[in-house]
């Protein structure tokens, strides 16, 4: 059965650091694009970042560029988003995401990321 597991989420003050991870289990993660999608209460879900099968490309939303890294090990089965200068804004449940041509989506179940003093 396909799962994709986030972890890494928490409590962090304005200006901090985290980094989430997606593990990812059922299909052959090598041959799909991850992405991170993140909801804030009260707002549509928003695209965060992507990076293609092999990590050869990264895409961020403009509210992230800079702050973010997008990456994957495919020996892991892992693909991850290490954020930095956090600001409150950024607090929301982030979801991975993983897409394949011909399967569709894929979804986990979302970590928590809170920042506030």
């Known amino acids: 059965q396909v799962q994709l597991v986030e972890s890494g989420g928490g409590l962090v003050q304005p200006g901090g650091s985290l980094r989430l991870s997606c593990a990812a289990s059922g299909f052959t993660f090598s041959t799909a694009t991850m992405k991170w999608f993140r909801q804030a209460p009260g707002k549509e879900r928003e695209w965060v970042a992507s990076i293609t099968t092999t990590g050869s490309s990264t895409n961020y939303a403009d509210s992230v560029k800079g702050r973010f890294t997008i990456s994957r090990d495919n020996t892991k089965d892992t693909v991850y988003l290490q954020m930095s200068s956090l600001k409150p804004e950024d607090t929301a449940v982030y979801y991975c995401?993983?897409?394949?041509?011909?399967?569709?989506?894929?979804w986990g179940q979302g970590t928590q990321v809170t920042v506030s003093s």
């Open positions: 995401n993983a897409f394949r041509l011909r399967y569709g989506n894929y």
